[in-house]
T-cell receptor, first 114, second 117 residues
Framework: AQSVAQPEDQVNVAEGNPLTVKCTYS??????LFWYVQYPNRGLQFLLK??????LVKGSYGFEAEFNKSQTSFHLKKPSALVSDSALYFC????????????FGTGTKLQVIP | GAVVSQHPSRVICKSGTSVKIECRSL??????MFWYRQFPKQSLMLMAT?????????EQGVEKDKFLINHASLTLSTLTVTSAHPEDSSFYIC?????????????FGNGTRLTVT
């Protein structure tokens, strides 16, 4: 069975500092990994994805994520946090197999402090 | 591109009535649509997966007779909450995937806040 873990319910970071939101996964076959962001009372917005190739993936709004196969991780990062980055972040995984379901982590609330 | 429109955004209904939520892919063909339920401060709970022209696949514990899903075309899926009760109050979100397969990102609607009084 697929699973995605986001070990931190909330991450607090000062504006201008680098941020990291952690994610680990477990899938059969080759993983397809995604990050989404959710603002209050809204749906999720796609940020970036890893399918294959370069382990460092760049996405929207200056976010990037690093795929680490040995640690089965896909942490979301940004060099300099903005107050407007404050939101709920979800990591998600699917696989190259026939199973079409996308599995989401439990979400991490990012709070950027001015 | 890849816009998913979901409406209504908010609905308040009385206990015992039915509510229909629409999810449309505006600029792409959605071969697969997913319906989620989100409780406050919690993750997304997948309710069902629907493929155009076939019956939806429901997750364990989701009552298919209560949450009717129809995916009649490549651009429209509907979720009908039948005989709604206060415990059905929640935030419902649809998402759609195009023809790219499992490596394509999901595109989400903005959600529907259902309140059953």
């Amino acid at each position: 069975a697929q699973s995605v873990a986001q070990p931190e319910d909330q991450v607090n970071v000062a504006e201008g500092n680098p941020l990291t939101v952690k994610c680990t996964y477990s899938v059969s076959g080759n993983p397809y990994l995604f990050w989404y962001v959710q603002y209050p009372n809204r749906g999720l917005q796609f940020l970036l994805k890893y399918i294959t190739g370069d382990n460092l993936v760049k996405g929207s709004y200056g976010f990037e994520a690093e795929f680490n196969k040995s640690q089965t991780s896909f942490h979301l990062k940004k060099p300099s946090a903005l107050v407007s980055d404050s939101a709920l972040y979800f990591c998600a995984a699917s696989s190259s197999g026939g199973y079409q379901k996308v599995t989401f982590g439990t979400g991490t609330k990012l709070q950027v402090i001015p | 591109g890849a816009v998913v429109s979901q409406h209504p955004s908010r609905v308040i209904c009385k206990s015992g009535t039915s509510v229909k939520i629409e999810c449309r892919s505006l600029d792409f063909q959605a071969t697969t649509m997913f319906w989620y339920r989100q409780f406050p401060k919690q993750s997304l709970m997948l309710m069902a997966t629907s493929n155009e022209g076939s019956k939806a696949t429901y997750e364990q514990g989701v009552e298919k007779d209560k949450f009717l899903i129809n995916h009649a075309s490549l651009t429209l899926s509907t979720l009908t909450v039948t005989s709604a009760h206060p415990e059905d109050s929640s935030f419902y979100i649809c998402s759609a995937r195009g023809r790219g397969g499992n490596n394509s990102p999901l595109h989400f609607g903005n959600g529907t806040r259902l309140t059953v009084t």
